[in-house]
């Protein structure tokens, strides 16, 4: 193994034909061996194998009628695939209508709207990406306006109330408002309702698989539904599902159980964990920890380790700053359960991404925003970390045409190509 890379083998011959000759990409010295970047490893879990590290993570568009996926989504989510990440998210897809955070969020509640996911997976695996699904349910935190629309006075999610055109009663473990601008009633679910709830995991993970989703992650974090039923901070129950840890992490538990037993065995079941409330009365580490090594039991393939935000009033300066915030958080889960994982926050700067997964501290990197700032992140990452060949991360015709650039190589589009001995900053 390289020092600092994967995969080193010859390196092919080709570069930019600019007017004085041939400039080499990355002005690699062909006679030396290819680098590869340990994020750009390929990497497989169950039957699907990834061409690298990096995924989209879901960030939600505000862009569905009907929880329906359409144009809009197919050439977002398609770029994405195109510009060479290897997983791709939509956002969180609803189990339910009123699972949404707001009317205009995707769903996959009805067979109806299978067709338009499957628009959506067919782009995805075009381009060379895998489509994964996030499934989940809003819980206290749904019946919003979509924040570019209107926020509220402190200029973030603004709710809206059960009797609005466009609100709903929010469901939740016990009849607690979230609390910020959810301050509206909720409705604590009984026995029966939360059994037709997980029969509505099963019924959209079986929808998903039809609809070509290769990955299903179950969204059990960011103080929606699940992550409230995990956290004593919402979730004030004293029946088989409040109380004790094991109580708590119930409704996780067997939602996991009725999607193991829809999805196929070959395709990888997730999960995204709200891990720590950063409060000193909600989820830590430690449980959450506990909590994985059952779901593991129940089947879990990999454990994406996230924040719990079950509570508009966290203790002290969230961290939000630090890079790979996560990234310590998610490698004592993989340590101490044995298990594969992944996590977002603070991923943006490629070295940060790189490291985290060349010291085996996670084995996927989760970009949000990032992938909104820059569709082809990948192909950003792969020339700052040098890589022998970052057009590599494009579809084959795009890198033919950018390898054999007829004219000055900074007009490109990209930063100047990395000389030897460069910082990868």
């Not at 290897?86 to 339910?96: K, M, R, Y």
């Not at 909600?282 to 994985?292: M, Q």
Request: glycine fraction near 10%; proline fraction near 7%; hydrophobic fraction near 40%.
């Amino acid at each position: 193994m390289c020092a600092g890379f994967v995969d080193c083998v010859a390196a092919p011959s080709y570069g930019f034909v600019a007017a004085s000759g041939v400039v080499d990409v990355g002005q690699v010295d062909l006679a030396k061996e290819t680098r590869v970047p340990h994020l750009f490893s390929p990497y497989t879990l169950k039957g699907v194998t990834l061409r690298n590290r990096i995924a989209m993570s879901p960030m939600t568009m505000y862009n569905s009628v009907d929880g329906r996926m359409d144009d809009y989504h197919v050439m977002y989510l398609g770029a994405r695939a195109a510009g060479g990440f290897g997983l791709v998210f939509p956002e969180q897809v609803a189990i339910t209508a009123d699972g949404r955070t707001t009317t205009s969020c995707a769903g996959i509640w009805d067979d109806s709207q299978i067709e338009s996911h499957s628009r959506v997976t067919a782009m995805i695996k075009r381009m060379g990406g895998v489509p994964a699904i996030q499934l989940g349910h809003t819980g206290r935190k749904g019946s919003e306006i979509p924040p570019h629309i209107q926020t509220n006075a402190q200029g973030t999610w603004k709710a809206l109330p059960p009797d609005h055109p466009d609100g709903w009663l929010c469901v939740a473990p016990s009849a607690i408002p979230y609390g910020g601008d959810h301050t509206f009633e909720v409705h604590a679910l009984t026995l029966e309702e939360i059994k037709a709830l997980h029969r509505s995991y099963a019924d959209a993970a079986r929808r998903a698989a039809e609809a070509g989703y290769q990955w299903v992650q179950l969204h059990f974090a960011h103080g929606y539904l699940a992550s409230s039923f995990f956290s004593p901070l919402a979730n004030h129950r004293t029946d088989e599902y409040g109380g004790s840890l094991r109580n708590r992490a119930r409704f996780l538990l067997d939602a996991m159980d009725a999607v193991r037993e829809v999805w196929p065995e070959d395709l990888p079941l997730t999960m995204r964990l709200g891990a720590d409330d950063m409060h000193p009365d909600g989820i830590a580490l430690d449980e959450s920890i506990e909590a994985i090594g059952w779901m593991k039991e129940h089947g879990l393939d990999l454990a994406d380790v996230s924040l719990g935000v079950n509570t508009d009033d966290m203790v002290g300066e969230a961290p939000w700053g630090i890079p790979g915030l996560f990234v310590e958080r998610a490698a004592r889960v993989g340590r101490e359960i044995g298990i594969p994982v992944s996590c977002s926050w603070n991923l943006g700067n490629p070295a940060v991404a790189d490291s985290a997964i060349r010291e085996g501290k996670i084995d996927i990197a989760m970009l949000g925003r990032p992938a909104l700032t820059n569709p082809h992140w990948p192909l950003y990452a792969a020339r700052e970390l040098g890589h022998e060949d970052p057009f590599s991360m494009l579809p084959a015709d795009w890198g033919w045409w950018l390898r054999h650039l007829v004219g000055d190589e900074d007009s490109i589009g990209l930063p100047p190509a990395r000389r030897a001995g460069d910082s990868a900053h």
